[in-house]
């Protein structure tokens, strides 16, 4: 009996941590560009850039600035303008190929998005920007020894980017390396406290070495800074659930429904628990 529930949580664990990784490598908004102001990508905001260039139409600074707006506001098409734009008039400007770079990413062209990330460190090979970038390159096409070694060169360079930790963080959690996880999600979280998704990391690791209480305590700071995600309120779901809580378990699955409905761990929980779906439930 003890081996049956060894092999089950084993097998769950593994299944949440596949969703987890995979919405991580999903479409995401371009928090890379680095803006500081959420409204940076509002029509307001956008307007007076907008002001700017006209008053200064050479001004580089200023195009890789709206770019950035655009890409926030996930106005592809015109950041990629803006940022060919900044390159164009100033070809040194490393910041607007890695910006450029994400751009690319997002649209699916790998190759580009590598060269401007290259072309960034030729002019400025300390960038640690534009190593994470590569590394998460690397990390979605499943190449951990090459993304491995751009986390670890940003890392080694001294920043101060969350991302690069938490990257190589998932890194290793997909290794099953854990105890390095932990560590390095602990330090996007000290770097990055009100981001959600390393604490939703964490937990998963936590999860992974049978730390349960640990792994509840960090779903649960997920969701106070998210309260709208599936996959925290899956995994809180499946934390109840490991302890024997099956009506907490119940409520986070059905809580994970209600903001996806299709979600299929949280399906695949509730069928578990041997209890039907109750999305449309407040």
């Not at 596949?18 to 999903?26: D, F, K, R, S, V």
């Not at 390095?184 to 070495?209: C, K, Q, V």
Request: charged letters at 20%.
């Amino acid at each position: 009996m003890a081996n049956h529930t060894v092999s089950f949580t084993r097998y769950a664990l593994f299944g949440l941590l596949a969703c987890a990784l995979a919405a991580c490598q999903g479409t995401a908004p371009l928090v890379e560009l680095e803006i500081a102001d959420p409204a940076v990508g509002s029509s307001k905001n956008i307007a007076s850039l907008t002001g700017a260039i006209k008053a200064n139409p050479t001004n580089a600074v200023a195009y890789n600035t709206r770019g950035s707006a655009y890409g926030s506001a996930g106005r592809l098409r015109l950041a990629l303008a803006d940022f060919n734009k900044a390159i164009a008039i100033d070809q040194n400007f490393f910041q607007a190929y890695a910006n450029r770079a994400l751009i690319h990413s997002a649209n699916g062209d790998r190759e580009a998005a590598l060269a401007d990330y290259n072309a960034a460190l030729r002019i400025n090979p300390s960038y640690d920007v534009a190593y994470i970038g590569i590394g998460n390159l690397f990390r979605e096409e499943l190449n951990s020894p090459k993304a491995l070694e751009n986390f670890d060169k940003a890392i080694q360079l001294g920043t101060s980017d969350p991302k690069a930790f938490h990257s190589r963080g998932l890194l290793y959690q997909t290794n099953q390396r854990h105890v390095e996880a932990i560590e390095d999600f602990t330090r996007a979280i000290t770097l990055s406290p009100r981001e959600p998704a390393p604490w939703n990391g964490r937990g998963l690791s936590y999860l992974a070495i049978d730390n349960t209480k640990a792994a509840l305590s960090d779903f649960n700071e997920a969701l106070r800074r998210d309260r709208k995600s599936h996959t925290a309120w899956t995994n809180l779901g499946f934390a109840h659930e490991t302890l024997g809580d099956k009506k907490k378990a119940e409520k986070s699955y059905n809580r994970a429904l209600r903001v996806k409905s299709t979600y299929a761990p949280a399906r695949a929980g509730l069928k578990r628990l041997g209890v039907k779906p109750k999305i449309e439930e407040i």
